[in-house]
């Protein structure tokens, strides 16, 4: 099969690619790089993706997943196009759809991949790979509004985009119904089974539309937490009625937890929130009871005491025992992490009971380019044309590789660029409503007919139409358009006379090498090229048209050009560039000067003993007095140092200079006035008065930029080695530096604190990087989610008492807690309640997956970046948020006018008196 795929690679179609389900049900399942089509155990019909041309297929292998439609994925190339399935729909019906991601380390990178996917023209979500073996779910529910809908990768950040599964499944007529759904997708957020029996989770054939309902009783952190104490699991056999509607399949409604002890209590994240959502929960009656007693409760939400007003009496609310009763909120505001409880009433003899849940979100649509339908109708002339299939919207995410847009909300086409891509035919009539057209290059093909009439794109300003065989007259109408400044049509078979409206303008004009074509009334009047000073000005535009469509956006994504030092040259001879100053070297005698004699010492680590200097010209430094004397050659010191001295960056403490002399080796740094973030933590240094939460955000983030800046920055890579909250030191404004990179590598054998090969401190030192003695950057992740789970706790790396018995690690101690939802028992007491439970909970979770066991399982740095700067963001905008929610929640209301339930009746889910609060 393998020659079949490489030839795939380059095939040119001769149909339109879009998948359309054969089958009934409306189903549609790609098995995406699969070699063919299958019928899966519980009944699914997949079917290859092999009319992609884009893109590779890899083979994967996940430990117990078996799934023949995971141990293929296809991936595409880290550039800066879009790359798109297109799928086949019907105009006015409901579907859902839904991708799936198994990254399975198909590349063997160290590197997670990290892209965007979009739906239409319409952002949807940005999937990022945490863990190998994990799979991403996303799904989305929509109303179709034309005959195809396409997703879209696009963005890579960080790895190549890929795909595993893409499932389309149509609902049946009036289901997931909204006043909301001509402008907003629903993207799923969660769907719970509760009182499931097994992990396992229901979809097809249980449920029609394979929707698939996730078990409580699934294991993963901050998923289902704080449970009630009495919260018990309950199923029936009998048959309940779900044949209405969207309602969930019987095996879940059969199923429930009732809180035996008069609540059911959750915490769960909710994924794409916060923001505005749809709620819906689904109740059944299925216990018996006695006629005297009752089963009576409450929602009640964080913020939201009006929801908690009314009262559910489930066999009431459904009329009858064994009948689904789903009180939901259309439009409801959520947080990302949402408790909610459910409590009883003073007179109900029983305890509330849930069968299962679904949250969605609102997610915006986008129109996309007004442009599309225009376009859309140029391209059907050439569907076998590859640049004719790459899908989706021209413009959004990004445009297609033959067009540019304007940057506008909802962007124009602003050029075409089909040269010499063997058109035939007439220039496609609809190219002219392209009203936003500022550049047409259509030169170099084989075009017959006339040339249009152009006069609606009154922004067009260069039209290239030479070299082809365009017959009829030049119109007049092109010298109208007032903003022409070249033309070009040479080389073609046009005829009669240049309009003297093109001839008085002024204008870079071709029209030699047609044969009939002549100025004025004159006969065989070759007029050749105008050009004149313009020429120098084509050729420059030319290149930056050039630039601009070849500009891969991909491969700038490891390194930050305003960064990225001469290091690259590897040499440390060389001192030609600008930045490559060689490192200072100090005599002893300078040293002894500005320290005063080594007076006085304002640290000690691993790697010596640190005094404080001052320069005569008044600089402060720092001076790291070696303790080791087993370091290189002098040569190779002071080439190794200089290499580090090169190494500059906001978030790095700057080295200076050395000093080798007199059986000494010392280091010369800048001086950080705030001493190191230990300290700050838990030193002698705080005083009661701790960092805050924000203050610590920002030194997580100032040092994981530095650390990003060594492992992806750097040629060679830099790894740390030995990050802790001691090498992290704090200037004058408390903005962070990571100090003492670079520095086991120059000590060959000399002091280290665990073995002689292994390196590092106790209680930061990656357990795989201990066991294997295989370094790698992820050795580095390790250490700084012990820093991090440090910010968020206050607490020691290594204690023999702060975290009871049998624990003297932080990590153990914090994955205890964090995985148990219990968030609040590792959170520093300094803080008090000065910070954002989100905003928390992001940063506790990110420093859990950066303690993974294994290395391949921790995120890269830049991940970590990317999450302490959401969290800083989440912090930042508290007060804003809850404003803009108010906003917007208003603003949705005002839109869907008298019609938005939730708007008047905000309550509207739990009470009794609205039997269906969908319109249904
Ligand atoms: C799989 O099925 C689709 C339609 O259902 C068909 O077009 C395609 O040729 C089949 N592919 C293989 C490899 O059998
Ligand atoms: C799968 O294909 C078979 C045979 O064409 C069909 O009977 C069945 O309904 C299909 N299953 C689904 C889920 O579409
Ligand atoms: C795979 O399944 C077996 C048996 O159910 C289990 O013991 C093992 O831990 C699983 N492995 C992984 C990686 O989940
Ligand atoms: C691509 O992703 C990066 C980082 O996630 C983001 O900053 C950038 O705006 C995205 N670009 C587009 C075109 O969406
Ligand atoms: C779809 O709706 C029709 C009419 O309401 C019904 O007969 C049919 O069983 C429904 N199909 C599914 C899969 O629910
Ligand atoms: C019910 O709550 C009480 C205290 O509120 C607790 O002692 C008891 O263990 C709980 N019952 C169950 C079954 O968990
Ligand atoms: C145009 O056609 C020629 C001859 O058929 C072929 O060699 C060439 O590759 C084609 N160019 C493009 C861009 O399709």
């Not at 399935?85 to 019906?93: E, P």
């Not at 901050?222 to 399949?249: H, Q, W």
């Not at 995120?859 to 108010?886: G, L």
């Not at 006018?897 to 509207?908: K, Q, R, V």
Request: aromatic share 10%; net charge negative.
């Amino acid at each position: 099969m393998e020659p079949f795929f490489l030839s795939s690679l380059l095939f040119i179609f001769l149909f339109f690619f879009t998948f359309s389900s054969a089958q009934m049900l409306g189903f549609v399942s790609l098995d995406c790089g699969g070699d063919k089509n299958f019928t899966d155990e519980i009944g699914l019909n997949w079917t290859s993706d092999d009319r992609i041309a884009y893109g590779e297929i890899s083979a994967i292998s996940v430990a117990n997943e078996t799934r023949k439609q995971y141990t293929t994925l296809r991936n595409f190339p880290a550039d800066s196009r879009k790359y798109c399935y297109t799928l086949d729909v019907v105009s006015r019906t409901r579907y859902l759809l839904r991708a799936t991601f198994l990254y399975g380390n198909f590349d063997n990178n160290n590197v997670y991949p990290k892209f965007d996917i979009s739906i239409g023209a319409t952002q949807w979500s940005t999937i990022v790979i945490s863990d190998a073996n994990t799979i991403e779910v996303r799904e989305i529910i929509f109303l179709a509004s034309s005959s195809t809908v396409s997703v879209c990768l696009s963005n890579a950040t960080t790895g190549k985009p890929f795909i595993s599964t893409l499932e389309l499944r149509q609902f049946n007529g009036s289901v997931y119904f909204s006043f909301y759904e001509e402008h907003f997708y629903l993207s799923v957020s969660a769907r719970i089974n509760f009182g499931a029996e097994t992990d396992e989770a229901i979809r097809y054939p249980d449920d029609p539309f394979d929707r698939i309902w996730e078990s409580d009783s699934v294991k993963k952190a901050n998923y289902l937490v704080d449970v009630a104490d009495g919260t018990e699991k309950i199923s029936t056999s009998v048959s309940i009625d779900v044949n209405r509607d969207e309602m969930p399949p019987e095996k879940v409604m059969q199923t429930a937890v009732v809180g035996t002890n008069g609540s059911l209590t959750y915490r769960l994240n909710l994924d794409g929130f916060p923001g505005i959502g749809r709620a819906y929960s689904y109740l059944a009656e299925i216990e018996d009871f006695p006629r005297n007693e009752s089963r009576k409760f409450r929602l009640v939400l964080p913020g939201q005491a009006d929801i908690s007003k009314a009262v559910v009496n489930i066999e009431e609310n459904a009329l009858g025992k064994y009948r689904v009763y789903e009180p939901g909120f259309n439009n409801i505001s959520l947080p990302f992490v949402m408790s909610f409880k459910l409590g009883k009433t003073a007179d109900s003899s029983r305890g509330p009971l849930l069968n299962a849940m679904e949250i969605n979100k609102y997610l915006e649509k986008n129109d996309g380019s007004p442009d599309g339908e225009a376009i859309s109708s140029v391209i059907s002339q050439y569907s076998s044309k590859d640049w004719a299939n790459e899908g989706g919207d021209p413009c959004l995410p990004v445009p297609w590789s033959w067009i540019l847009c304007s940057s506008d909300q909802q962007p124009r086409i602003v050029s075409v660029l089909l040269s010499g891509k063997n058109l035939t035919g007439d220039i496609p009539l609809d190219i002219t409503k392209l009203t936003g057209l500022v550049e047409l290059w259509l030169d170099g093909n084989m075009l017959t007919g006339p040339i249009p009439d152009f006069t609606g794109c009154t922004d067009l300003k260069i039209i290239h139409l030479e070299n082809n065989h365009l017959a009829g007259v030049l119109p007049a109408s092109l010298g109208n358009l007032p903003n022409l400044r070249e033309l070009y049509v040479q080389n073609n078979m046009l005829s009669g006379t240049v309009p003297s409206e093109i001839l008085s303008k002024n204008l870079v004009l071709n029209y030699s090498g047609n044969n009939d074509l002549h100025k004025g009334s004159r006969k065989k009047d070759q007029l050749y090229v105008i050009i004149g000073s313009a020429a120098g000005a084509t050729i420059l535009l030319l290149a930056t048209i050039v630039s601009c469509l070849f500009m891969h956006k991909g491969k700038k994504k490891y390194y930050d050009q305003d960064h990225l030092i001469s290091l690259a040259t590897q040499n440390p001879e060389s001192k030609s560039d600008g930045h490559a100053e060689v490192a200072h070297c100090f005599t002893f005698s300078e040293i002894k000067n500005y320290t005063n004699n080594f007076e006085k010492k304002i640290g000690s680590g691993g790697f010596g003993v640190v005094y404080y200097g001052k320069q005569t010209n008044g600089k402060e430094i720092a001076v790291k007095v070696l303790t080791s004397n087993t370091y290189q050659g002098k040569i190779e010191f002071s080439n190794e140092v200089s290499l580090l001295s090169r190494i500059h960056h906001r978030n790095l403490v700057q080295l200076l200079g050395y000093c080798r002399e007199e059986g000494n080796s010392m280091l010369i740094y800048e001086f950080m006035h705030n001493g190191t973030l230990k300290e700050h933590l838990y030193g002698p240094l705080t005083h009661g008065r701790s960092i805050n939460w924000i203050q610590r955000l920002e030194i997580a983030e100032d040092s994981a930029k530095g650390i990003e800046y060594l492992h992806t920055g750097c040629v060679p890579a830099v790894i740390h080695r030995d990050l802790k909250s001691s090498n992290i030191l704090l200037d004058r404004h408390m903005r962070a530096k990571v100090s003492d990179f670079g520095l086991s590598k120059l000590n060959v054998d000399g002091v280290s604190h665990v073995s002689s090969i292994v390196r590092g401190t106790v209680g930061y030192l990656d357990p795989e990087y201990y066991i294997s003695q295989q370094l790698t950057d992820k050795s580095d992740i390790y250490s700084f989610g012990v820093i991090l789970l440090e910010l968020i706790s206050g607490q020691e790396a290594i204690s023999n008492d702060s975290f009871g018995a049998n624990c003297r690690n932080i990590v153990q101690w914090a994955k205890l807690h964090i995985e148990s939802g219990d968030i609040q028992g590792i959170i520093d007491p300094a803080l008090r309640d000065d910070y954002d439970l989100q905003s928390m909970w992001k940063i506790a979770e990110k420093a859990l997956m950066c303690v993974q066991p294994h290395g391949h399982m921790r995120p890269s740095i830049s991940e970590v970046v990317k999450e302490v700067q959401d969290a800083i963001a989440i912090e930042r905008e508290v007060e804003s948020v809850s404003d803009e929610m108010t906003r917007n929640s208003v603003h949705s209301s005002i839109n869907m006018g008298s019609m938005d339930l939730a708007a008047t009746e905000n309550y509207l889910a739990i009470d009794d008196s609205i039997a269906r609060p969908t319109a249904r």
